[in-house]
């Protein structure tokens, strides 16, 4: 595009200086200016074309690179610059970051699941000069050179490993597509995975999994709950043994809660004597025994 654009640029040069050519002649001929007057004035009108036509621009976020009969010469910076039309030729180039989209690549890991991934790739410019001399395409180059690490890298860790370390295998990734691009004088600052996608009864396997793992985890709270109870159990119960008639309230307010109705429930009160006497009796005999 800019060898045509050249191109036009001198055909319309030439045309141009055809037509003043012919009206200059034009001009002479009917006496109007002299033959000098003409020839200066119309080496000085194509000097102005000339110059007009060779300023470009170079906006912020550009740079433009420079070659002189199709040696690089120069980097240009922002700002207005001229190229001399004909000999010279600017190509601008885009510094800002670009973003490409790796379509889903199928990829089998190295426990053998295949697997469905798509990436994106942040990079930019830092050597424009690079950029233009050392690569035709860089952009299609990152692709297609990224697509090539993702199916290297995921093909080289196990599943688990992908999903529980995405972060870090976009970052092998990034890591390795930066070194290889660095001559093209590219700065790639970024890799995202954005989906990993799964077969079906993979998908049906770790649900199975997760679920039997949520289990494992509630019946072990399950069961230190119920310890933790019985032990408080064990101290209230030898707390209450240890003060006279503690049990027996205690026996009372159960007997409360497990009929809500008082109008029904019959209750035999008998003195703590009693069952004390009793077992006094009982160690008695027992000693007896013996």
Do not use: C, H
Request: charged residues 20%; proline residues 3%.
């Amino acid at each position: 595009m800019p060898q045509q654009s050249a191109n036009s640029l001198i055909s319309t040069f030439i045309t141009l200086t055809l037509i003043l050519g012919f009206a200059g002649y034009s001009l002479v001929n009917l006496e109007i200016v002299s033959g000098v007057t003409l020839v200066v004035w119309l080496f000085l009108l194509l000097a102005v074309i000339l110059l007009l036509s060779g300023l470009k621009i170079v906006d912020q976020y550009e740079r433009g690179v420079v070659l002189t009969l199709g040696k690089y010469t120069s980097t240009r910076q922002p700002g207005l610059t001229w190229v001399l039309i004909g000999v010279q030729r600017m190509m601008k180039i885009d510094m800002r970051i670009t973003t490409i989209d790796i379509p889903q690549q199928e990829v089998i890991t190295r426990d053998n699941v295949p697997v469905g991934i798509n990436a994106v790739v942040y990079f930019n410019i830092e050597s424009a000069e690079n950029a233009i001399l050392n690569i035709q395409d860089y952009t299609t180059a990152v692709s297609n050179y990224a697509q090539a690490v993702l199916r290297d890298v995921i093909g080289g860790i196990e599943l688990d490993s992908l999903l529980s370390e995405r972060e870090k295998t976009a970052q092998d990734i990034k890591k390795i597509v930066d070194e290889a691009t660095k001559v093209w004088g590219l700065n790639v600052t970024d890799v995202k995975i954005q989906d990993i996608e799964l077969p079906a009864d993979m998908k049906r396997v770790m649900a199975k999994q997760a679920e039997s793992e949520r289990e494992r985890r509630a019946v072990i709270i399950r069961a230190e709950g119920e310890y933790t109870a019985a032990e408080r159990l064990a101290q209230a119960a030898e707390r209450l043994s240890a003060i006279p008639g503690g049990l027996s309230m205690r026996t009372l307010q159960t007997i409360e809660k497990i009929n809500p109705d008082p109008s029904k429930t019959v209750i035999f009160a008998l003195p703590i004597e009693f069952f004390e006497g009793i077992k006094s009796l009982s160690q008695f005999l027992k000693d007896k025994t013996k």
